[in-house]
């Protein structure tokens, strides 16, 4: 009798390694395994990542690449909203998942799976996004998730995967990094307290970059095009932005946020290009857009990074709040020149002819050419008559 088949989200790392094993030799399931690149992967890394799987009995390997969807689908949108969840992470992690939990959804319609497993446990944001996503695509699909059903220990898991056969040492398991296009995020011992931080070599990338250098991007409605002049696209520019900047440590922190399941979490990341990147294009924002126009889009933005950080990718309201966004990105377009030093960037400027900061309607605090002081004297009483009214009438209080 054929055994009925499993995906499973795969990455290499622990707890996917020892779902291989459960879901294969306890469970009785013929395993498919699936990687989703989402541009944190070499091709020799995944070619390493694949000799595992198999090595781990699994029935076929696959990787899905998504990168340019993951771009085209999130990622551009949370460029055009500088959304930096509590003003620091740029979703390199959750967005991540979103993109991945989809693609596994379609994989497991592809291939006709009666399960899909992922190794979540039962601690933190990726259980809920991947099985609400898998919920949503594939409802009658089982989800297995091995690692948070039996409440397993990392150094239980190393003990079975030992027992079985398959050596993982407790020194490799030591820190959780996870690479995609938009960042690498970084969970040890450290992040589990309030008060410790990564040690230099926890840090995937280290410094070796010190002198200064002043880079040069260049964006088409909102879209990193170019660097230092040379047309690439969006997510080569990224990639490229990333090799240039880490080196650095830049856009390395720890970001302290509110988990889904309600508990406070701390997770270390490096992510020098989507840093530089959402704050070049907030300075391009600032000198081509109007005021509410920044008001407006800070607000949904905001609602937009959060609600995509809990998983709800796929509500509709996401669409509409795109659409906006797009929409906002007409005229942002230009030049934005940014130094780099260790551990820091500065954004020097602009050049855009869509730069509202003209100098053919005046300078701020310097000079007018649209208006006289008689015009700003008239304007003043009508722009404060409402709550001068509301002071005469209500009295000193």
């Not at 799976?113 to 990726?126: L, P």
């Not at 450290?190 to 002043?214: G, I």
């Not at 020098?272 to 607000?299: C, R």
Request: charged share 25%; with cysteine.
């Amino acid at each position: 009798m054929a055994k009925k088949k499993v995906v499973l989200a795969f990455s290499g790392g622990l707890d996917t390694s020892f779902c291989c094993i459960y879901l294969s030799k306890d469970r009785d399931l013929e395993v498919h395994s699936v990687i989703v690149n989402t541009g944190g992967f070499s091709d020799e890394e995944l070619k390493t990542i694949e000799e595992r799987a198999y090595a781990l009995g699994v029935a076929s390997h696959a990787v899905v690449d998504e990168t340019e969807n993951y771009y085209e689908s999130c990622i551009k949108y949370l460029v055009f909203g500088n959304v930096l969840k509590n003003a620091t992470y740029p979703l390199s992690v959750s967005a991540e998942r979103v993109s991945q939990a989809t693609a596994i959804a379609n994989y497991v319609k592809k291939i006709g799976a009666d399960y899909v497993a992922h190794g979540s446990t039962g601690a933190g944001n990726d259980q809920v996004r991947f099985d609400m996503i898998f919920n949503i695509l594939i409802p009658g699909v089982e989800i297995i998730t091995p690692i948070r059903d039996l409440k397993l220990s990392r150094e239980a898991e190393i003990e079975y995967l030992n027992n079985h056969g398959v050596e993982y040492s407790a020194e490799k398991a030591r820190y959780s990094i996870n690479k995609g296009i938009w960042g690498t995020s970084v969970g040890g011992k450290e992040t589990l307290t309030s008060h410790d931080t990564l040690p230099e070599e926890a840090w995937p990338t280290q410094v070796t970059s010190t002198d200064s250098k002043r880079i040069e991007l260049t964006f088409e409605k909102g879209e990193l095009v170019a660097l230092d002049g040379e047309k690439i696209k969006p997510t080569a520019a990224i990639q490229r932005l990333q090799a240039i900047a880490q080196p650095y440590g830049i856009g390395r922190d720890i970001h302290v946020g509110d988990t889904i399941i309600g508990i406070k979490g701390r997770v270390g990341f490096e992510a020098a290009a989507p840093v530089i990147i959402i704050k070049a294009h907030h300075m391009l924002e600032k000198h081509t857009l109007t005021k509410w126009q920044l008001s407006w889009k800070d607000q949904l933005s905001s609602f937009y990074g959060n609600w995509l950080h809990e998983g709800q990718f796929h509500d509709p309201i996401m669409r509409n709040i795109e659409a906006f966004l797009t929409d906002t990105q007409k005229t942002v377009s230009g030049k934005v020149f940014v130094e780099l030093n260790p551990y820091r960037f500065q954004i020097i400027g602009i050049e855009s002819k869509h730069d509202l900061m003209s100098s053919k309607f005046g300078s701020y605090g310097e000079m007018n050419n649209a208006w006289t002081g008689e015009d700003v004297k008239g304007f003043s009483k009508i722009f404060g008559n409402q709550v001068m009214i509301y002071h005469k009438v209500n009295g000193e209080d």
